[in-house]
């Protein structure tokens, strides 16, 4: 009996009960309210530096005045990569946090499961960082959500038309890793290829994120007599296939995906083992001598000091997330000082930003109500001793 | 007798606390409830002496059943419990039986590795299960919340007492369950599987049915969660979840109710209890998942300390224990 | 052709990797009869360590040898504060506690190194060897190599030490042994370090091909445990042949089974486990019988 009402009274003062909203929730004379969800911990945990990115550029700007005199205060949580954790993230950070908006949720299949409750509670979507078309595709149907890195199908798409243009006889092998990310990835190289998709792809081979290594699959599409290898893997797993690739004596013409072609992967031993690979390339990679002397990257540099304590200033994830942060602050500031939630998503909407910092150059984020892909002409880079050099001009998918 | 009044005043704050508590919190604690159930079903499955660290694939599988049934067959919510359950019972039972000739620790094993394995599985047959992007529930307004406009509660609300009334009506069946004769050949099947046999319980018999049994539990719970977070994935019921289950039902084991409610609300607030812990940047993901196992051992090495505890509680409580 | 020899031969590559971590399994279940589900992360953490040491300069062999001392220490340290308390409560609290400790090592390792891969210098060199159309490297030799040499040295100690023959009798019964005067708390602790100091070898070698990561051995344990079960959990021979074993077994069916593919290995593992212990519980090498009470 007693420990019924002990249990009752501990739960009680666990509990505190939401504040009542303003106006425009989420928004006071001082300060915005940001919500986010990413892969704090897990597998994929390298991902959420883009989180971490961000709330040190917004830590940056509130100390030079914040958006029309209001502080932005950013708050993420844990999922663990775990889509139903995002929902519940999610729902806490409208019902509990009152926030105005959410920004940058990370994870394809995370953004899909909170899309549904962000577009019927009326909240802004904004910003995922997440690849999928669909967040640019159906703005009918979700108007309140929007993407910001070019959709990995584009990507395959790119890479496919760089293939057509300079091997157009060339046979590809490609190894994916087995969700929505890789299958993005070749779904979109394959449609890039068109026609020549079936004659000129000889093998495609998918890993599940829970095997130990893929020695067997890149010796498998090594068989398959390629002599262009794509690489549709993350993290260690892209290491991997360079690494065994080099040492089943198989030296094919490399593309890696952005999201495993960060400098840090990249720079293996012996050297020559990624030489020559191509990817693309939209946020600055400070580790890239192209851009030593980048305002941007030292801008990055010196957010990552002063504000991201324990921050690699290599980690390229900390810049893309400031890149996002930067059109969040854009966007915010043409909403006007009368923010609403409205507001904002007008301004997501009619973007035509070219001066973000940490986007490499030219890489411009545009946006018109009919056109939700916010990056979408990006550039090609390759590998050369020890460093990416971009060349040719900006290229876009067919979107 | 006891007993039954302090289950009555707990029923008694059940219904009030969604008045007192906010939306959000009241979710949660439905979320807490689906846990709760789950919980009681291992411990029905531990009165057998066998174990689970696997239950978590039990309430995969009533998670998705229902979410299934709800997607492509338009059933209502409610009545995709009792079929999950079922589902769920049904498999418990079928792995019941190989499960009889594994020992301790090799059964231990087993249901881990099917629980690691679960997620590829659900990700490989992705026609019926919709694969790593998993099934959406949200915005069915034929099929779910109908208690909504019956009893004037909203949706939060709604969820909340769905689950704690069947968490109740379990709670009653399981407590009926294990001081009936059930009860007590599980008893003596775990104690001595010898002097069970000499007087003449089947004892393979027993083990299924406690399979079973805790398997339905675990479908039910699942199926709770799915209707509550209206979505579920392959990384939705993860091994972490299959082991802070078995936490909470050792901590609810020897028949104590409060140390599966206490279990199910770790399970439930452990992050926010790891995130008020001085000097730890929960932001990282070294921090964070040090400190969840930390609290997990501390656990397990407070265990004796706190059963000690508890027992002697229930002596005093109680006229007989279980 | 080529390509079912050289599937066969990376296979024999990875499954020396499984092989080495299941040896670590069995000596702790051996010695202590306890499932040490966190086996994995303690290697990748000794792994960190032996990195460590090499990045402040010291050479290979030094290195090595002292992460071996380190991890035996700290395996009999751990098992002597907090398995022991554990091990006197009910037998699935030392389970979960072994799972306490996974959790635990896998947040510690990425705290203090942080969660990115990285290279890992072996002793053997990583340059490939053709033979045959067939490509496998010196690090791949190594791994087995070290591993058979590693159940030689334990199967001695068992069998021909009395330290051994301590640790085999606190393992079958720990009170009788305890009558005769074996120091039984002792030896539990000694079975921890011997376990951790294997482990530690298992990720050394694991690491040049794996990539040094603190998720590395996550994937690895639950192939190690079928290993593990496959060749006997008693028998140290049997982890390494049932590693080999398993690893070409994996490879050949993700290759040529399609609706295996890349995706259902681990599914696959299940099935190793699943079927033995139904089957013939006592693996390929194991002796004891199992007993089901």
Redesign the interface.
Same mark, same amino acid.
């Given at each position: 009996?007693k420990? $019924?009402?002990l249990?009752?009274v501990a739960?009680?003062g666990?509990?505190?009960?939401?504040a009542s909203g303003a106006s425009t929730p989420g928004v006071s004379a001082t300060s915005i309210a940001i919500g986010s969800s990413g892969p704090?911990?897990?597998?994929a945990?390298?991902a959420?530096g883009v989180l971490?990115g961000a709330d040190g550029y917004f830590k940056y700007v509130n100390a030079h005045g914040g958006v029309h005199g209001r502080k932005i205060q950013f708050t993420?949580l844990?999922d663990?990569?775990?889509?139903?954790r995002t929902?519940?993230n999610v729902?806490?950070l409208i019902?509990?946090n009152n926030v105005f908006a959410l920004f940058s949720v990370v994870g394809?299949?995370e953004n899909?499961?909170i899309r549904?409750?962000t577009n019927?509670a009326g909240v802004p979507q904004v910003f995922s960082a997440a690849g999928a078309t669909t967040f640019g595709r159906d703005y009918a149907k979700y108007p309140w959500t929007i993407g910001y890195l070019p959709p990995y199908h584009e990507e395959g798409e790119i890479y496919a038309k760089n293939i057509l243009k300079t091997q157009p006889k060339a046979k590809i092998a490609v190894l994916y890793q087995?969700?929505?990310y890789g299958r993005d990835l070749l779904a979109g190289f394959r449609a890039g290829l068109g026609g020549k998709a079936r004659s000129a792809i000889v093998q495609t081979?998918?890993?599940?994120p829970? $095997?130990?290594?893929?020695?067997?699959?890149v $010796?498998?599409l090594k $068989?398959s007599g390629a002599n262009t290898f794509m690489i549709f893997a993350f993290?260690?797993f892209a290491?991997?296939a360079f690494?065994y690739a080099?040492?089943?004596?198989w030296k094919p013409q490399i593309y890696v995906n952005d999201v495993a072609s960060a400098s840090?992967?990249m720079a293996?031993?012996p050297a020559s083992t990624a030489e020559g690979s191509i990817s693309i390339l939209w946020g600055k990679d400070p580790a890239t001598p192209a851009f030593a002397k980048d305002p941007g990257v030292k801008l990055a540099a010196q957010v990552i000091k002063q504000y991201i304590?324990?921050g690699?200033p290599s980690d390229g994830f900390l810049v893309a997330g400031m890149a996002e942060a930067y059109s969040l602050v854009d966007a915010l500031k043409a909403a006007g000082k009368n923010l609403t939630r409205q507001s904002l998503m007008t301004a997501v909407t009619h973007m035509n930003e070219t001066s973000n910092p940490f986007l490499a150059p030219g890489v411009t984020v545009r946006t018109t109500p009919a056109s939700r892909f916010p990056i979408s002409h990006v550039r090609l880079q390759r590998w050369h001793k020890g460093h990416w050099v971009p060349f040719g001009g900006l290229v876009s998918g067919r979107l | 007798m006891r007993r039954l009044y302090a289950v009555g005043v707990t029923v008694l704050v059940l219904v009030l606390l969604p008045f007192v508590l906010s939306e959000f919190r009241t979710v949660q604690l439905a979320t807490v409830g689906a846990y709760f159930i789950a919980v009681l079903g291992l411990d029905v499955l531990l009165e057998s002496g066998q174990v689970s660290l696997g239950h978590g694939a039990f309430m995969a599988v009533g998670g998705y059943t229902t979410a299934i049934l709800m997607a492509n067959h338009g059933v209502q919510d409610v009545w995709t419990i009792p079929i999950a359950a079922g589902v769920a019972g049904g498999l418990g039972l079928l792995f019941g039986i190989p499960a009889l000739r594994l020992s301790g620790s090799y059964l231990a094993l087993a249901t881990f590795a099917i629980a690691i394995v679960l997620p590829t599985l659900l990700k490989k047959f992705d026609h019926f299960t919709g694969g790593s992007t998993g099934i959406t529930l949200f915005g069915r307004p034929t099929q779910t919340g109908h208690g909504t406009g019956y009893l004037g509660l909203t949706n939060n609300t709604w969820l909340y007492a769905l689950t704690w009334l069947v968490g109740v009506l379990v709670f009653l069946l399981a407590w009926w369950l294990l001081a009936s004769r059930f009860g007590r050949s599980l008893r003596a099947v775990r104690d001595s599987e010898l002097a069970a046999a000499a007087s003449g319980v089947n004892r393979s018999a027993y083990k299924v049915a406690a399979f079973g049994v805790s398997a339905a539990y675990a479908g039910a719970a699942g199926a709770l969660y799915a209707i509550n977070v209206a979505y579920v994935s392959p990384d939705t019921f993860p091994i972490q979840l299959s082991l802070f289950l078995l936490v909470g039902a050792v901590m609810g084991a020897f028949g104590s109710i409060w140390g599966a409610l206490a279990g199910a609300l770790l399970i439930q607030f452990l992050p926010d209890i790891v995130g008020v812990l001085p000097h730890v940047d929960t932001k990282q993901a070294g921090p964070a998942t040090f400190f969840y196992g930390a609290v997990l051992v501390a656990l397990i090495l407070l265990l004796p300390f706190v059963l000690r505890v508890a027992s002697s509680i229930a002596d005093r409580s109680y006229s007989r224990t279980p | 052709m080529a390509n079912f020899l050289q599937q066969v031969v990376s296979g024999l590559a990875s499954g020396g990797i499984y092989g080495s971590l299941a040896l670590a399994l069995v000596i702790i279940y051996r010695s202590t009869g306890v499932l040490n589900f966190a086996q994995g992360e303690l290697a990748t953490l000794s792994t960190f360590v032996c990195l460590a040491l090499l990045d402040h300069g010291w050479s290979f062999w030094p290195a090595f040898a002292a992460t071996l001392a380190l991890s035996f220490a700290g395996g009999l340290v751990l098992q002597r504060t907090v398995v022991r308390p554990a091990q006197r409560g009910p037998q699935i609290g030392v389970v979960i506690l072994t799972i306490g400790l996974l959790i635990a090592v896998n947040g510690l390792t990425t705290w203090i190194w942080g969660g990115a891969a990285r290279q890992f210098p072996g002793p053997f060199s990583t340059a490939p060897i053709h033979v045959g159309g067939v490509a496998f490297s010196k690090q791949d030799l190594g791994v087995i190599a070290v591993s058979l040499v590693t159940v030689a040295l334990v199967g001695l100690l068992f069998s021909r030490t009395k330290l051994g023959l301590g640790l085999r009798a606190t393992a079958v019964n720990p009170n009788e042994a305890r009558l005769v005067g074996v120091p039984v708390g002792w030896l539990l602790g000694v079975g921890w370090g011997l376990a951790a100091a294997i482990g530690a070898v298992a990720g050394v070698m694991a690491a040049p091909s794996l990539f040094l990561e603190p998720n590395m051995m996550q994937a690895v344990l639950l192939y190690a445990f079928a290993a593990a079960v496959l060749g006997g959990m008693d028998s140290p021979l049997g982890a390494v042949v049932g590693g080999l074993i398993l690893g070409v077994l994996l490879n050949l069916l993700g290759t040529y089974v399609h609706w295996v593919g890349g995706e259902l290995r681990l599914a696959a593992a299940l099935a190793v486990i699943l079927g033995v212990l139904l089957v013939r519980p006592s693996g390929l090498f194991g002796s004891r019988s199992v007993t089901r009470a």
């Amino acid at each position: 009996m007693k420990i $019924a009402l002990l249990l009752a009274v501990a739960v009680l003062g666990a509990a505190a009960s939401s504040a009542s909203g303003a106006s425009t929730p989420g928004v006071s004379a001082t300060s915005i309210a940001i919500g986010s969800s990413g892969p704090l911990t897990g597998e994929a945990a390298a991902a959420a530096g883009v989180l971490r990115g961000a709330d040190g550029y917004f830590k940056y700007v509130n100390a030079h005045g914040g958006v029309h005199g209001r502080k932005i205060q950013f708050t993420y949580l844990d999922d663990g990569y775990d889509p139903s954790r995002t929902v519940n993230n999610v729902r806490q950070l409208i019902q509990q946090n009152n926030v105005f908006a959410l920004f940058s949720v990370v994870g394809t299949n995370e953004n899909l499961a909170i899309r549904d409750f962000t577009n019927a509670a009326g909240v802004p979507q904004v910003f995922s960082a997440a690849g999928a078309t669909t967040f640019g595709r159906d703005y009918a149907k979700y108007p309140w959500t929007i993407g910001y890195l070019p959709p990995y199908h584009e990507e395959g798409e790119i890479y496919a038309k760089n293939i057509l243009k300079t091997q157009p006889k060339a046979k590809i092998a490609v190894l994916y890793q087995s969700d929505d990310y890789g299958r993005d990835l070749l779904a979109g190289f394959r449609a890039g290829l068109g026609g020549k998709a079936r004659s000129a792809i000889v093998q495609t081979v998918g890993y599940d994120p829970t $095997a130990t290594d893929v020695q067997s699959q890149v $010796a498998q599409l090594k $068989a398959s007599g390629a002599n262009t290898f794509m690489i549709f893997a993350f993290g260690k797993f892209a290491i991997q296939a360079f690494v065994y690739a080099n040492k089943l004596g198989w030296k094919p013409q490399i593309y890696v995906n952005d999201v495993a072609s960060a400098s840090s992967i990249m720079a293996l031993d012996p050297a020559s083992t990624a030489e020559g690979s191509i990817s693309i390339l939209w946020g600055k990679d400070p580790a890239t001598p192209a851009f030593a002397k980048d305002p941007g990257v030292k801008l990055a540099a010196q957010v990552i000091k002063q504000y991201i304590p324990g921050g690699n200033p290599s980690d390229g994830f900390l810049v893309a997330g400031m890149a996002e942060a930067y059109s969040l602050v854009d966007a915010l500031k043409a909403a006007g000082k009368n923010l609403t939630r409205q507001s904002l998503m007008t301004a997501v909407t009619h973007m035509n930003e070219t001066s973000n910092p940490f986007l490499a150059p030219g890489v411009t984020v545009r946006t018109t109500p009919a056109s939700r892909f916010p990056i979408s002409h990006v550039r090609l880079q390759r590998w050369h001793k020890g460093h990416w050099v971009p060349f040719g001009g900006l290229v876009s998918g067919r979107l | 007798m006891r007993r039954l009044y302090a289950v009555g005043v707990t029923v008694l704050v059940l219904v009030l606390l969604p008045f007192v508590l906010s939306e959000f919190r009241t979710v949660q604690l439905a979320t807490v409830g689906a846990y709760f159930i789950a919980v009681l079903g291992l411990d029905v499955l531990l009165e057998s002496g066998q174990v689970s660290l696997g239950h978590g694939a039990f309430m995969a599988v009533g998670g998705y059943t229902t979410a299934i049934l709800m997607a492509n067959h338009g059933v209502q919510d409610v009545w995709t419990i009792p079929i999950a359950a079922g589902v769920a019972g049904g498999l418990g039972l079928l792995f019941g039986i190989p499960a009889l000739r594994l020992s301790g620790s090799y059964l231990a094993l087993a249901t881990f590795a099917i629980a690691i394995v679960l997620p590829t599985l659900l990700k490989k047959f992705d026609h019926f299960t919709g694969g790593s992007t998993g099934i959406t529930l949200f915005g069915r307004p034929t099929q779910t919340g109908h208690g909504t406009g019956y009893l004037g509660l909203t949706n939060n609300t709604w969820l909340y007492a769905l689950t704690w009334l069947v968490g109740v009506l379990v709670f009653l069946l399981a407590w009926w369950l294990l001081a009936s004769r059930f009860g007590r050949s599980l008893r003596a099947v775990r104690d001595s599987e010898l002097a069970a046999a000499a007087s003449g319980v089947n004892r393979s018999a027993y083990k299924v049915a406690a399979f079973g049994v805790s398997a339905a539990y675990a479908g039910a719970a699942g199926a709770l969660y799915a209707i509550n977070v209206a979505y579920v994935s392959p990384d939705t019921f993860p091994i972490q979840l299959s082991l802070f289950l078995l936490v909470g039902a050792v901590m609810g084991a020897f028949g104590s109710i409060w140390g599966a409610l206490a279990g199910a609300l770790l399970i439930q607030f452990l992050p926010d209890i790891v995130g008020v812990l001085p000097h730890v940047d929960t932001k990282q993901a070294g921090p964070a998942t040090f400190f969840y196992g930390a609290v997990l051992v501390a656990l397990i090495l407070l265990l004796p300390f706190v059963l000690r505890v508890a027992s002697s509680i229930a002596d005093r409580s109680y006229s007989r224990t279980p | 052709m080529a390509n079912f020899l050289q599937q066969v031969v990376s296979g024999l590559a990875s499954g020396g990797i499984y092989g080495s971590l299941a040896l670590a399994l069995v000596i702790i279940y051996r010695s202590t009869g306890v499932l040490n589900f966190a086996q994995g992360e303690l290697a990748t953490l000794s792994t960190f360590v032996c990195l460590a040491l090499l990045d402040h300069g010291w050479s290979f062999w030094p290195a090595f040898a002292a992460t071996l001392a380190l991890s035996f220490a700290g395996g009999l340290v751990l098992q002597r504060t907090v398995v022991r308390p554990a091990q006197r409560g009910p037998q699935i609290g030392v389970v979960i506690l072994t799972i306490g400790l996974l959790i635990a090592v896998n947040g510690l390792t990425t705290w203090i190194w942080g969660g990115a891969a990285r290279q890992f210098p072996g002793p053997f060199s990583t340059a490939p060897i053709h033979v045959g159309g067939v490509a496998f490297s010196k690090q791949d030799l190594g791994v087995i190599a070290v591993s058979l040499v590693t159940v030689a040295l334990v199967g001695l100690l068992f069998s021909r030490t009395k330290l051994g023959l301590g640790l085999r009798a606190t393992a079958v019964n720990p009170n009788e042994a305890r009558l005769v005067g074996v120091p039984v708390g002792w030896l539990l602790g000694v079975g921890w370090g011997l376990a951790a100091a294997i482990g530690a070898v298992a990720g050394v070698m694991a690491a040049p091909s794996l990539f040094l990561e603190p998720n590395m051995m996550q994937a690895v344990l639950l192939y190690a445990f079928a290993a593990a079960v496959l060749g006997g959990m008693d028998s140290p021979l049997g982890a390494v042949v049932g590693g080999l074993i398993l690893g070409v077994l994996l490879n050949l069916l993700g290759t040529y089974v399609h609706w295996v593919g890349g995706e259902l290995r681990l599914a696959a593992a299940l099935a190793v486990i699943l079927g033995v212990l139904l089957v013939r519980p006592s693996g390929l090498f194991g002796s004891r019988s199992v007993t089901r009470a």
